[in-house]
């Protein structure tokens, strides 16, 4: 019994696709932005990134919205669209797909 409990709770994490609250819709490797060019785009527009991550097939920015409003926010990897805006659990926006 224990040895079959293990052997799931390895394989389960290996199964998980995404840790995030949004999924973009696939795009090839090859045709993502980079995390510079990225950061280039949405700074132009005013906000500011402490981090970022891929997540979801989309790149997920840790920063402030020009507005200065702290939030976690999924960008499109290709075209850099905000696709979702989250602060503390709160959607501020998700954009229809």
Excluded at 40 to 48: L, M, N
Excluded at 52 to 57: V, Y
């Amino acid at each position: 019994m224990k040895t079959w409990i293990l052997a799931i709770s390895i394989a389960l994490p290996a199964t998980a696709q995404a840790t995030g609250m949004y999924q973009c819709e696939p795009v090839d490797a090859e045709n993502w932005l980079t995390e510079e060019q990225l950061t280039e785009r949405i700074t132009a527009d005013g906000w500011t990134v402490s981090r970022m991550k891929q997540d979801g097939g989309c790149w997920e920015v840790y920063g402030s919205m020009p507005d200065g409003k702290r939030v976690e926010a999924y960008f499109h990897p290709s075209t850099g669209e905000v696709r979702l805006i989250n602060q503390r659990g709160t959607i501020l926006y998700r954009a229809e797909n």
